[in-house]
């Protein structure tokens, strides 16, 4: 069974531009969450969808959106890049949004310059 | 919001020693997960705890959901070189008929000296 995939892997940025990464859950799949991890806070839980619907949203500023689609890949969006947001974004999918364990893609790298 | 204490934040052992982690919370969980994660590469997945007082294993590996449901440890025996990674807890919580994103600890850095 195939894991979680994430594209593009690594990605250069510059200030005030806006980048969105796309997520391929397992099959099977249908809630996909998103991270954000530096290695000053560490992982953090930006947002999760299932069945095309926010189900919960972390303490992120409105620059970070999402959407899901129906056959549950998902893409998130930042806009107005800021140098702080370089990190490792990390999507996760589940069997359902019940408190089943997610299971993580390998991440994309994004730096902002 | 809600924080994880995971503690030690790096352990440097010998091959062959076993390993113990733990994670507290000011706050009730749900779940509780460790997840083990290597460079470049994101978290796997080792041990899902989903009862309060529940003791499960998988290989080498066991974990225990604390009884309080505000802790959890994470235990490794007879450590080999490939245990070497950054292992975290997560727990979940419930909110809203929900479950709510996953919150991590800092970590544990494993380093197993030869």
């Known amino acids: 069974k195939a894991g979680v995939t994430q594209t593009p892997r690594y990605l250069i940025k510059t200030r005030g531009q806006q980048v969105t990464l796309s997520c391929s859950p397992i099959s099977g799949h249908r809630s996909v969450s998103w991270y954000q991890q530096t290695p000053g806070q560490g992982l953090q839980f930006l947002f999760e969808y299932f069945s095309e619907t926010q189900r919960n949203k972390g303490n992120f500023p409105g620059r970070f959106s999402g959407r899901q689609f129906s056959n549950s890949r998902s893409e998130m969006n930042v806009s107005t890049l800021e140098l702080g947001d370089s990190a490792l974004y990390l999507c996760a999918s589940s069997l359902t949004a019940g408190p089943y364990g997610q299971y993580f893609g390998p991440g994309t790298r994004l730096t902002v310059t | 919001g809600q924080q994880l204490n995971q503690s030690p934040q790096s352990m440097f052992i010998q091959e062959g020693e076993d390993v113990s982690m733990n994670c507290t919370s000011s706050s009730i969980f749900n779940t509780w997960l460790w997840y083990k994660q290597d460079p470049g590469e994101g978290p796997v997945l080792l041990i899902a705890?989903?009862?309060?007082?529940e003791l499960t294993s998988n290989g080498r590996l066991t974990a225990q959901f604390g009884i309080t449901r505000k802790d959890s440890f994470l235990n490794i025996s007879a450590s080999i070189p490939s245990d070497v990674g950054i292992y975290f807890c997560?727990?979940?919580?419930?909110?809203?008929?929900?479950?709510?994103?996953?919150?991590f600890g800092k970590g544990t850095h494993l380093i197993i000296q030869p």
């Open positions: 997560a727990g979940q919580s419930r909110s809203g008929g929900g479950a709510d994103g996953l919150t």
């Open positions: 705890l989903y009862k309060a007082g």
